[in-house]
């Protein structure tokens, strides 16, 4: 179990601390060169900072480890042990805000960029902690905008990555910008892109952006009217943020009403399903389109496309993912062209030209239309996708903190991503009951044997937790994904599955035909 990687911002520079065996007898021995001038209480309070087990560090700690950092610096230099100089022109020391599989995506992502100096990531999880991806703190309130600010100008923080989209709504990006810290996430007002979808079409109805004809209604005989006139299928959503919940695409006029009775009525997502969007239903493939935006400029990310629907078949109802891949076959890169040109570029000026620029991610949900073959909006979301983060980030060969940092300067138009070739995909394991109720605290067992059935297999947590004994457990919907690179989107789908086949996890489920769509043949055949 691996601690800090850290280089710290003065100058001291320890790469080979990233690995996730970071910390052995050799290394700590390096550590204790550097601390020996620290005697007692004090020396050994450093030391034990930096040794394994304690990579979930709370504030406390990391405070008294700042001084210790500083008085290291200084006494390096006065002891003449000398310091790498090897540190290019602009490190950065990076924080993630977020706790899940997108989270663990893209301090994997950053950690390896060659600029990252740190990464830390609130709250985060016993996974992403014991993978050596960042440091994670555990209670850094992510929604106490000050508490966000001290922290990163105690630990000179030059980028803040926001990864969930309730902390963006509720403006932590607005606040870091005012506090002059670059902040990669959209203020509170371009979010509501995604947290309220009736502004959303209201906007796309405004700059000719394709998207399914709809009605908004706060009255639910008026939206059971309305369904009665449409027919069925139809979809009815609900109209601000629920967890990814707040969507039913409904097959017939009964489970429409019931939907709406479930929102305006129940109020089964509470102010989010206040107001309801009654939306025509689209026939075609879903797919999922990235671009990073700066505020005028948009960078188009590689193509992906997840799995919605938690049973085989796309059955059964709509969870947050139950796996991607990328690349996508249905986006071609002459569709690609088109989305950017019809969709994404009119959505980054109408939001400039309504005074509220975008900076960040715009996550565009599509529906390739089966009748036109041409693509329209389903959805917004201000933050990357979960899973679909993690198939991008794993093909990532640029320098995530770098580009990044151009996002939040307006400098994308100088920008180009490298990708690696071949294909991605991740498969989620989710505890059973999922999307509906289930039990947490289920062991789960042989993560480190199903990394290890090839080299580009990666274990994104999403929703675990240690026990008493050292055990990851289970303690969300959606668990963990396994992600896997391949020359095409076959290898990388075999490795994927057998490194589930590994893991024993029996109050665990998964989807076998992840990238059926890519590949119309057999799923894949489960071991014995």
Not at 185 to 203: I, N, Q, Y
Request: glycine content about 10%.
């Amino acid at each position: 179990m691996a601690c800090i990687a850290y280089h710290v911002r003065t100058g001291m520079n320890f790469p080979q601390y990233r690995s996730a065996n970071a910390f052995s007898e050799n290394r700590l021995r390096l550590f204790e060169n550097r601390a020996v001038l620290f005697s007692g209480d004090r020396r050994q309070s450093f030391l034990q900072s930096f040794s394994v087990g304690k990579c979930r560090l709370s504030l406390s700690s990391l405070r008294s480890s700042a001084g210790a950092l500083k008085s290291i610096k200084e006494n390096s230099e006065r002891s003449g042990f000398g310091l790498d100089e090897r540190v290019p022109e602009e490190r950065v020391v990076v924080l993630v805000i977020g706790g899940g599989g997108r989270e663990h995506a893209l301090c994997y992502a950053l950690q390896r960029s060659h600029s990252c100096d740190a990464v830390f990531c609130a709250p985060g999880n016993a996974g992403i902690a014991n993978s050596g991806n960042a440091t994670c703190i555990s209670d850094l309130d992510i929604l106490d905008s000050s508490a966000v600010i001290s922290f990163c100008r105690q630990w000179g923080v030059g980028l803040v990555v926001v990864g969930p989209e309730a902390p963006l709504v509720a403006g932590l990006s607005n606040d870091l910008v005012q506090a002059g810290i670059p902040t990669f996430g959209p203020s509170s007002e371009a979010a509501a892109l995604e947290g309220s979808k009736d502004f959303m079409k209201k906007l796309c109805d405004k700059y000719g952006v394709p998207t399914a004809k709809y009605r908004t209604f706060t009255n639910p005989a008026d939206a059971k009217q309305y369904i009665q006139d449409q027919g069925a299928p139809i979809v009815v959503k609900a109209d601000g943020l629920a967890a990814g919940k707040g969507v039913v695409v409904a097959m017939t006029l009964e489970e429409a009403y019931e939907a709406v009775d479930l929102m305006l009525v129940k109020g089964l997502f509470g102010s989010a399903g206040c107001r309801v969007i009654i939306e025509e239903f689209l026939e075609g493939e879903e797919a999922s389109f990235f671009a990073l935006v700066d505020g005028q400029n948009a960078l188009p990310l590689e193509s992906a496309q997840d799995h919605k629907r938690v049973g085989d078949g796309d059955t059964g109802p709509n969870t947050g993912g139950m796996g991607a891949y990328s690349p996508a076959p249905i986006l071609t890169r002459e569709l690609q062209s088109v989305v950017m040109k019809t969709i994404i570029l009119p959505t980054v000026k109408g939001m400039a030209a309504e005074g509220c620029k975008f900076v960040g991610v715009l996550y565009a949900g599509l529906m390739i239309e089966k009748k036109s073959g041409l693509p329209k909006l389903i959805e917004y979301n201000v933050r990357f996708g979960d899973p679909e983060c993690q198939v991008l980030m794993v093909r990532l060969e640029s320098d995530l903190a770098q580009v990044l940092l151009a996002a939040c300067r307006g400098e994308l138009g100088q920008v180009s991503l490298n990708w690696s070739p071949g294909s991605a995909m991740v498969v989620v394991m989710a505890s059973q009951g999922y999307p509906g109720a289930y039990k947490k605290g289920s062991v789960i067992r042989n993560l480190e044997e199903a990394e290890l059935v090839a080299p580009t297999v990666k274990i994104f947590h999403a929703g675990t937790a240690l026990d008493s004994d050292g055990n990851f457990i289970a303690v969300g919907g959606r668990v963990i994904g396994i992600t896997a690179k391949g020359k095409d989107i076959e290898e990388a789908r075999d490795r994927a599955y057998q490194a589930v086949e590994e893991i024993n996890w029996p109050e665990g489920f998964f989807r076998q035909d992840i990238g059926w769509r890519a590949l119309p043949h057999q799923p894949f055949a489960k071991k014995g």
